[in-house]
């Protein structure tokens, strides 16, 4: 059998005297009064706690078990054929986070309107500077002249820095891009 209804609580349970900890609702059918307590599978590989009022599928098994899986959490659709989003939400149904699997390969983490820069091909481009190696000796050799006009005014007044560039700090292992 096959129904709908509202989820009115959710909790984490030993489903049936099972062992295991599982996401357990409780469902009120939409067609009548019938309170259920169901299994929440939101899909495999996915772990995700819905709230209270969002809408749901029921298949049950029998009239003891059932499983409830996703129909409705109310947040308007806002995603092009072929694509998927992942997200989280709060009980007023704002996203709060989200990643968008775009249909064209790109991937949006909580927006679209800045870019990713990559670490190797920061790195890349900073030792090119200027048909350099880091630190960039162009930079390095334009103090130098400077140096040298100022020591022609006047001696020992001034001896130009080294410039250096150090960017190992903004390489992240828990985010990989290919």
């Avoid at 029998?62 to 092009?80: L, P, R, T, Y």
């Avoid at 960039?136 to 050799?141: C, F």
């Avoid at 140096?147 to 250096?164: D, N």
Wanted: net charge negative; charged share 15%; with cysteine.
């Amino acid at each position: 059998m096959v129904d709908y209804g509202t989820v009115t609580s959710v909790k984490i349970d030993n489903f049936l005297g099972s062992k295991d900890q599982y996401i357990v609702v409780e469902v009120q059918l939409t067609d009548d009064q019938d309170m259920v307590s169901c299994l929440w599978l939101p899909g495999a590989g996915r772990q995700q706690y819905p709230w209270k009022g969002d809408l749901v599928s029921l298949v049950f098994a029998n009239q003891n078990w059932g499983i409830a899986v996703a129909a409705s959490d109310h947040i308007a659709v806002d995603i092009g054929q072929g694509e998927q989003k992942i997200y989280s939400y709060d009980e007023s149904r704002t996203i709060r986070a989200f990643i968008n699997l775009l249909a064209d390969g790109v991937l949006e983490f909580n927006g679209n309107s800045k870019s990713l820069v990559t670490y190797a091909e920061l790195v890349q481009g900073l030792s090119n500077y200027n048909g350099a190696a880091l630190p960039p000796t162009g930079v390095q050799g334009e103090f130098a002249k400077i140096a040298i006009v100022l020591q022609s005014l006047a001696p020992g007044s001034y001896t130009p820095g080294v410039l250096s560039v150090d960017i190992s700090a903004a390489e992240t292992s828990t985010i990989k891009v290919g």
